[in-house]
Every structure is written in C-alpha cells, then in structure tokens.
C-alpha cells in the first residue's frame, strides 16, 4: 500500500476496482488502471488533476479525520504534494499484476531520470552568464518592437485622421 505523510499524518492511497470505478464516474471517464498506461502522462502532467484523483482515493480517510476537500488539496503543496504524487504513481501501480508493474516500474524510473536530466540541463542553463546576456537582450529587443509597433500604429492613426503625421 501506498502513502504519503503530510502535516504529521500518514495517507493511504490504495487503488482497486472500486475506487476505479469511482475515480471513472467522478473524472469524466478517467481511466486509473487503463493497460496503455496513459493515466501516467495525465496525473505527472496535471498537478491539480493528479490531487482530484486522490482526494477521491483518500476521502474517507479525509472524513474520519474531519478534513475538507479545501484543507486536503491546502497540504498538496511543494514536497507534500511530489510525495503524494508519487504515492499515487505508485498505488497505480501496484493494481497491476507483477509482470506489468515491473514494467510500470521501469517506466516511472526512466520518466524520473528523464525530468533530473532536465532539471540539471536547465539549471545549467540558467546559471550561465551567457544565457543571462542572451534573454536581457531577447527582452529588450522585444520591447524595442512593441515600441515601434505602438509608435507606428500611431502614426498611421494620425496619417488616416488627417492630421499631419508629425508636428514640427
């Protein structure tokens, strides 16, 4: 069984044909345990998303402990809220039999190496001063066009009124 700690509590996220069933008619036909595995790229994509999913996965532990859909998704914020993705990645994940899960596993792990690589890329990238000079100059240059956009729209705007185009 999955969970996930947060606020000194500990969730459990289980994921099973009833709760499938569940999440099916409360999301729009959201599939949990679809066999293409296209319920990963949704609940890693869509954070907001991925904290319905388990509010319905969770909200009888939520009830017994007087805590609100409100107050629920509150605590999904920054690590609270990767740790409970990852929770519910998992519990997914653990409805299939073992020879898919080791698949679903090996996925996961490569999506996970996948988003460090890019994260480090990224970072690197950023903390390049060239990459500083290169987006304050992309910047300017895009305030510079919308300077003469605005500057020429005027212009024509006079010139079709009548009025001379500059006064001297």
């Known amino acids: 069984m999955a969970t996930f700690r947060v606020d000194g509590r500990e969730w459990h996220v289980t994921v099973d044909g009833p709760k499938i069933r569940q999440v099916r008619a409360e999301l729009e036909g959201f599939d949990l345990g679809a066999r293409n595995a296209s319920q990963f790229t949704r609940l890693t994509d869509e954070p907001l998303f991925a904290a319905e999913v388990l509010w319905i996965l969770c909200r009888k532990q939520a009830t017994e402990l007087g805590v609100s859909q409100e107050q629920f998704d509150a605590m999904l914020g920054g690590d609270a809220g990767e740790a409970a993705a990852v929770a519910l990645l998992d519990a997914v994940i653990d409805f ?73």
């Open 96 to 168: 299939f039999p073992s020879h898919q899960r080791q698949l679903l596993k090996k996925l996961m792990s490569q999506q996970m190496e996948i988003q460090q690589a890019a994260t480090a890329k990224a970072e690197s990238r950023l903390l390049d001063p060239t990459t500083l000079e290169a987006m304050k100059a992309a910047t300017l240059d895009n305030v510079d066009a919308a300077i003469d956009q605005a500057l020429a729209n005027l212009t024509r705007r006079r010139n079709a009124t009548g009025s001379p185009a500059s006064v001297e």
